[in-house]
């Protein structure tokens, strides 16, 4: 019976400029490894943008949910998958309880063998620490420049931004968007409304992509559309700085959308929670001026 493959890749933010890890690089790699051995091509799932400390990726999630479609899981490289040896040994363990294997590509190593599981398992963990080593860094780095009130810090130009010169730029045709999809919430509609919305006018992501509902969450979410910057987040608070970008929507009707996303929280439990420390969409904010420092 021919192996069905799952074939996995994923590019984060800080991915994207390095060379050979572009998700077509990946996907050809993979394809033509899935051939050499007589493998079936099962389904190919894509995290484009998201880092592999976390497990809460769209197409990840997907590919789990849908472990009845294939048998064996494809990546080219083994932190393409997961840079947290908690989450990589969680998977493990689910893969091996469902029957499953899995194949890293560059490290050729199987899953089928325990020598491939326990070098698997060394690799990993060097990774995570790899990682977590150059999170700290950049964290430095970008802590003490939000002290100094300094441009931006560190991320990718969102959806109505393009950075020119150090500093966040206004792009007219996605700012007109991004204004209609703060207005048509505050008009009533759900983000699965407003995206289908903006699908059935024509309207794409910069990416060309349709929306989605968690895209337009996303968004909406996002306080740099409010002149902000978030930054030092946490589990329940996030500090956000003031910073000199041209906002696209005001801060009441920012505010007022985190507190309909709050409203509309559809976990009760939750919505107490937030309203008992006063959150907003279930995080506290903390407005910092970056000539204060970080107090």
Known sequence: MTERVALYTRVSTEDQAKEGFSLK??????SDFIHAHGWELAATYVDDGHSGRSTKRPA?????????????????????????????????????????????????????????????DIIQRIAQLESEQIGERVYMGMSQKAKEGRGILGFRAPF???????????????????????????????????????????????????????????????????????????????????????ALVTLEEFNTVQAQLQKRQPNPEYRKEAASTKTTAGTVLTLIDPAEGTA
Request: no cysteine.
């Open 25 to 30: 690089a990946q996907q050809q790699r993979l």
């Open 60 to 120: 990840y999630q997907r590919m789990i949910a849908e472990r009845d479609r294939w048998d064996r899981i494809l990546v080219i490289k083994m932190d393409r998958i997961h840079r947290n040896s908690k989450n990589f040994l969680q998977m493990m363990e689910d893969l091996e309880r469902w029957n499953k294997r899995f194949t890293s590509m560059q490290e050729s190593f199987d899953t089928g063998t325990a020598m491939g599981r326990f070098v698997m």
């Open 160 to 246: 109505g931004y393009r950075f020119q010169g150090g500093e966040l730029q206004v792009v007219a045709s996605e700012a007109t968007v991004v204004r209609e999809i703060f207005h048509r919430y505050l008009d009533g509609k759900t983000s699965q409304g407003v995206a289908e919305a903006l699908n059935d006018s024509g309207t794409k992501t910069r990416r060309g992509a349709r929306w989605s509902r968690d895209s337009v969450l996303y968004l909406l979410h996002n306080p740099v559309y409010a002149g902000l910057l978030a930054w030092d987040r946490g589990r329940r608070e996030v500090k956000v700085y003031a910073n000199t970008h041209k």
